[in-house]
Nanobody, 125 residues
Framework: QVQLMESGGGSVQAGGSLSLSCEVSGHISSNTCMGWFRQAPGKEREGVAALFTGVGSTWYGDSVKGRFTISREKHLQMLYLHMSDLKSQDTAMYYC??????????????????WGQGTQVTVSS
């Protein structure tokens, strides 16, 4: 059974940076999708970033391109999301996922087999 636990959320001023971590326990395929979703109050959950462990390629949502970076520490089973130039619209609960589907993320659908409990990010202007 795969379990995901996020950490690193908090409050930051607009323009600042924050890094999220996701500790993965259990077996993760060597060729799978891992990523981050977020959900702001009153809005649907949206895909933020994804990483494909087999080829190392990445995907980012349009609203975070150039500001967020997803990375992975394979032997530690850790997934990270480094966020810079944060904006008030980045305020949301952020969820780590494993076994996600890129097509679904691009289409705005929150589809993934494994989800963490979430960590809150609040950006004040």
């Amino acid at each position: 059974q795969v379990q995901l636990m996020e950490s690193g959320g908090g409050s930051v001023q607009a323009g600042g940076s924050l890094s999220l971590s996701c500790e993965v326990s259990g077996h993760i395929s060597s060729n799978t999708c891992m990523g981050w979703f977020r959900q702001a109050p009153g809005k649907e959950r949206e895909g933020v970033a994804a990483l494909f462990t087999g080829v190392g390629s990445t995907w980012y949502g349009d609203s975070v391109k150039g500001r967020f970076t997803i990375s992975r520490e394979k032997h530690l089973q850790m997934l990270y999301l480094h966020m810079s130039d944060l904006k008030s619209q980045d305020t949301a609960m952020y969820y780590c996922v494993a076994d996600c589907r890129l097509a679904a993320m691009v289409a705005g659908k929150a589809v993934a087999r494994y989800w963490g409990q979430g960590t809150q990010v609040t950006v004040s202007s």
